[in-house]
């Protein structure tokens, strides 16, 4: 989930698409292999009826002005920014294009929205959040952007490797990522060096997030209540399963193969919960639950001096300390590691974009122009800019006006470094499973039972694994195959 920037907001799958082009395989693949993942085989209970063949750009010759409607959760700032870059192309192509943009509510709102739809009330378009992706390829409903990949020999050398990984399944990009975030320790620059600690160097661990909460506890007059906070958010607990480089889903997290059971229960999961129960025991972290309003405020406010979250929040994050009783400067430093020999990185997050199969090739040509549209260095450019996500484009990192932009927000380049640091592996892809919705929220159950009711930590999430497989088990026996 993301939050808007400066503010809130939180077909079936094919056994070989073509790879004529081949940019985005050979782009993946080399970040696999280093990553020890060096070539992911098809799913057994792939789908056999392959959206492969795409209309080529004449489709739109001689068709007058062709309809699209695009589905989004966009509100606020972020929804201003899309409307300005939908309001560019149909500007560029007027007369043969007309985008008109529905805002749908949030993710989950707008992904209720389209599993109610029929098909002829479907969009032409859809964003959907990351946790959606499985559903999306399972629908039968999309047309796989690699075959619009295929058909154009499309160039993906451009898109950031880490982000286009997430939406690949079996070696496929299903939809193009649009917009981008990550997480990040946040740190209250003033609380560090009132304790004597450097906010240039934030905690890299549970253990030394827990010896720097103390330091900050015992300083004579700061004002900030607790040394920790972070809402018990399931994308945290997923995160921390990435930097240690653990896949949750079997069949390498869904990538190689439909997944079939989750392991929430392991010996690093416990060690979490049970430092965030001593945390609390201790006085060092604020009780928060999984309402991440709550634990934003925590930070802005000033009551905690270290939090989590993504690099949506950190406008902010940026304005409420500046206006807070106590101000402060905010500081950033990388997703915390679990244990100090943890080798992975974090998962990237927010939304993509998927072209539905309508059964009118016309549409679907004219959704990709303008998915093409808002991939281009350009328009991430301005996205960036505008709303604070991450550019999936690479190019737009070294723009002028982009680089100026980062000049002037430093805490944001360590979203940059982070990035640039992870190895896409399967752990670093996330857990593609269609449940993944409901799973994030029997995790925070977990979390919430272990924190703030002190349940056993190993009790708490063996319930939430028993309680995700079952869930699992029910979505793939409707899909049947």
């Not at 789908?47 to 080529?56: E, L, Q």
């Not at 286009?164 to 990040?184: E, H, I, R």
Request: charge should be negative; charged fraction near 20%.
């Amino acid at each position: 989930m993301l939050k808007n920037w400066w503010g809130k907001s939180r077909n079936p799958q094919a056994s070989t698409l073509r790879r004529g082009a081949g940019a985005l395989a050979l782009v993946l693949a080399a970040a696999s292999v280093a990553a020890g993942c060096s070539s992911a085989a098809s799913s057994s209970d792939t789908k056999s009826d392959d959206k492969g063949a795409v209309a080529g750009a004449d489709a739109l010759n001689g068709k007058g002005e062709v309809d699209i409607n695009f589905w989004h959760a966009m509100g606020g700032t972020n929804g201003q920014a899309l409307q300005k870059l939908v309001t560019e192309f149909n500007q560029d192509h007027q007369g043969k294009i007309k985008v008109t943009l529905n805002y749908k509510g949030a993710y989950d709102t707008a992904l209720a929205a389209y599993k109610n739809a029929s098909a002829q009330q479907r969009p032409d378009l859809m964003q959907m959040y990351d946790i959606g992706t499985r559903y999306m390829i399972d629908s039968n409903s999309i047309v796989p952007m690699q075959s619009f990949i295929d058909a154009d020999h499309y160039d993906v050398a451009d898109i950031q490797p880490n982000i286009a990984g997430y939406y690949t399944v079996d070696n496929k990009l299903y939809s193009m990522p649009f917009n981008t975030s990550m997480p990040l320790m946040y740190i209250n620059r003033e609380a560090f060096e009132k304790a004597g600690l450097d906010p240039d160097k934030p905690p890299t661990t549970l253990d030394e997030i827990m010896a720097d909460a103390k330091k900050i506890k015992a300083t004579s007059g700061e004002t900030v209540q607790y040394g920790f906070g972070a809402s018990l958010y399931g994308w945290f607990f997923e995160q921390w399963n990435a930097v240690a480089n653990q896949t949750i889903c079997d069949v390498d997290n869904g990538r190689t193969g439909r997944a079939s059971k989750v392991q929430l229960a392991s010996e690093g999961n416990i060690e979490l919960l049970k430092w965030w129960q001593e945390m609390v025991k201790q006085g060092l972290a604020e009780k928060l639950d999984s309402n991440t309003e709550n634990g934003d405020n925590a930070f802005s406010s000033g009551t905690v001096a270290m939090s989590l979250e993504s690099t949506g929040s950190l406008g902010q994050f940026t304005e409420g300390a500046a206006a807070a009783k106590n101000p402060f400067t905010v500081a950033t430093g990388f997703f915390p590691k679990i244990d100090q020999g943890d080798a992975g990185g974090p998962i990237i997050g927010g939304a993509s974009l998927w072209v539905t199969d309508r059964g009118d090739s016309t549409k679907e040509r004219a959704a990709w122009e303008l998915v093409k549209f808002l991939a281009s260095k350009e328009s991430q450019v301005t996205w960036h800019t505008s709303t604070g996500y991450f550019p999936i484009s690479k190019g737009a990192l070294d723009d002028p006006t982009d680089k100026q932009w980062v000049s002037e927000k430093p805490q944001f380049e360590t979203a940059i470094k982070q990035l640039q640091a992870t190895k896409l592996s399967y752990a670093t892809q996330g857990c593609s499973v269609g449940e993944m919705p409901d799973i994030r929220k029997d995790v925070e159950d977990a979390m919430q039972a272990a924190v703030l009711q002190g349940q056993d930590a190993k009790t708490a999430l063996t319930d939430a694994e028993k309680k995700a497989n079952e869930q699992i088990a029910d979505y793939n026996s409707k899909l049947g195959g």
